[in-house]
């Protein structure tokens, strides 16, 4: 029989219907298998020498009718596509042969030559195309089937978690090897949550939410206590993010191993003792410059954790990160590889730049031949950094000697010839010019007390002596007295500050420091703003932090100002719009109050509009103050 044509069961107890019908259908196209009695063609369907593509059946026949025929195969899962021929009207039947598992119908009428065949064959599509899909559910099925016993027979303990509505996690399965460390008792355990078995405290609730939340495969290593057991046991834990919610979890024993690695690492570290306590890096090099063997110290310094990842390298190209030969060691120059040699440098490593003296020595082997060269590096880093310390503490204190003689100088000799002025002349002036002098005492004291905080608060950060307790508090506490300070000064100068920050917002900070920097900001802003203008006070949170602008409407500052103002040995001072004195110097202490607080401070500003001081300050009081111990621990140790 050709496979290319469709073979099509008719059965019909109308002769000369079924010949028609037959007829309509190409023979190149189909063949046909006619059965004038529906017994018969019930028979033959029910175990059929040829599976028919489809089978055209009429309803109205004497022994069984078309639809008690389909509902029998229907209902006995055979897959048979059943095309019904139903008369003008009875579209009744058509319905009722679709519920008993028709796929399509098609009515005996004048268009029946024509419409047969293009019927017949988007029936047999339709058939092809659910056989199809039963074809992939059934493979699927036999996937899932498959699935399930490579995972129950899974050699580690493995355990499926479902993220439920409540965002809780709970047990939903476990194979045979999570079953058996438990000595069963995970049974008691399914559909529980992980708080409920764990504790809201435990590292497994934590780590299924880390592998939820970044939808990738993670590992942990940690130790467990099995409650059916009471064993403590070392486990690694490999979480896997699934589709629909699941999480599939493998644990493995490995105590034994990290037990057998804990009891290698022992008698390494024996063996190594002499050469891992000598507190400096040791580096062991043949004579073609390969590195063979160095101690802990030598690896830090390299910034790598093993010997193998430097064995057979270049020295030069580990140390210097370079493809040159370096001449710090010098070891193919035969004449100096004779005797020691001791060499100052400075090399790049992974930690940045370091300072290092180094002591070579040649290794010789039995014949007196040398063979290599061991280097003992000693980081001098820390008093190198001390020299240049010094070095800048000098020039700080020369600036500062500067100041003092200069910015200071200045106004306590106008204060002292405004006060002699006015013991020789109190007789002859009159009260209002009595208060004009006062007045201007008053302003000359103002400054040089604003200079004297000044100094003495920079001159504590210098010393790593300024009280720092950083709080989270409300920013306008401490902004509303700084600007009722300058209340006097504003008026004055008919200079006006708007304060745009929100009541509630909340700063992390020193109180103390914190009006420090926004009063010689606020006092800096009033001094360079013209009489009528503005200053503008906003705050608000930014990257896990808060920011805070002062803006003013001032002269503004000019872009080669702008890079020395922060600057202690280019540092600029200018005076006022009122030729109101200044030192510079509370820019530069401000800047270094805000460094205190990991924070950052940086300004913009355009020569006769204005500027904007931006000040950030990080919402993390514990890490600034650990910072701060920190770095004066550091200072120390220099």
Known sequence: ?????????????????????????????????????????????????????????????????????????????????FLI????GSIDLAVRALKAGAYNFIVKSDLLPTELELVVYKTIEQHSDRLEKLRLEKLLIESEDRFKKYYKNIPIPTYTWKRTSDSQFRLIEYN????????????????????????????VVSELEACFQKQAIIHFENEYTFQSTGLKKLMRTTYVNLPDDLIMVHTEDITARKQAEKLLQETYNKLKTVFETIPAAINVIDNQSRIVDCNEQMKKLLGTDSVLNLSNSFCYSICMISGNRCNVCDINNRDKFNKPMVV???????????????????????????????????????EKYSELKLVELNATKDKLFSIIGHDLRGPIGALKGLVNLMITK?????????????????????ITFELLENLL????????????????????????????????????????IVNNIDNELTICADKNILQTILRNLISN???????????????????????????????????????????FADYVTTKGTNNEEGSGLGLLLCNDLVKKHNGTITVESKVGVGTCFKLYFPDNCKNMIQQHVTNEMQTTNI
């Not at 369907?45 to 195969?73: A, H, R």
């Not at 440098?345 to 039995?366: A, V």
């Open 344 to 382: 100052n440098t400075e090399l790049e490593t992974p930690q940045g730049k370091k300072y290092y003296k180094i002591f070579t020595n040649p290794i010789r082997d039995i014949s007196n031949n040398e063979v290599g060269v061991v280097e003992v590096i000693v980081d001098i880093t820390a």
């Open 457 to 496: 608060s920079w001159a504590k950060i210098q010393r790593n002596d300024i009280l720092f307790t950083p709080a989270t508090f409300n920013i306008n506490k401490v902004l509303d007295p700084v600007i009722d300070l300058y209340a006097q000064m504003r008026k004055n100068k008919n200079v006006h």
């Open 426 to 446: 109190v007789d002859i002036y009159d009260s209002s010019k009595i208060k004009n002098f006062l007045e201007a005492i008053q302003q000359s004291t103002e």
């Open 1 to 81: 029989m050709n496979q290319n044509k469709n073979t099509v069961v008719i059965i019909d107890d109308n002769q000369n219907h079924l010949d028609f019908v037959a007829s309509i259908l190409s023979p190149q196209k189909f063949t046909i298998i006619p059965f004038y009695n529906s017994v018969k063609g019930f028979e033959f369907l029910k175990n059929p020498d040829v599976i028919p593509d489809i089978i055209i059946i009429d309803n109205y026949m004497p022994e069984i009718n078309g639809i008690e025929i389909i509902e029998y195969f229907h209902l006995h899962k055979y897959d048979y596509a």
């Open 176 to 203: 045979y090897a999570a079953l058996e460390i438990t000595n069963g008792h995970i049974k008691n355990l399914l559909y529980l949550s992980a708080n409920e078995i764990f504790g809201t405290t435990s590292p």
């Open 525 to 567: 802003a009033i001094k360079f703003t013209p009489s009528g203008k503005s200053i503008y006070i906003q705050a608000n949170t930014l990257n896990q932090g808060t920011v805070v602008c002062i803006t003013d409407q001032g002269v503004g500052i000019s872009d080669e100002n702008i890079v020395k103002i922060f600057n």
């Open 85 to 88: 021929m139903t008369s003008k």
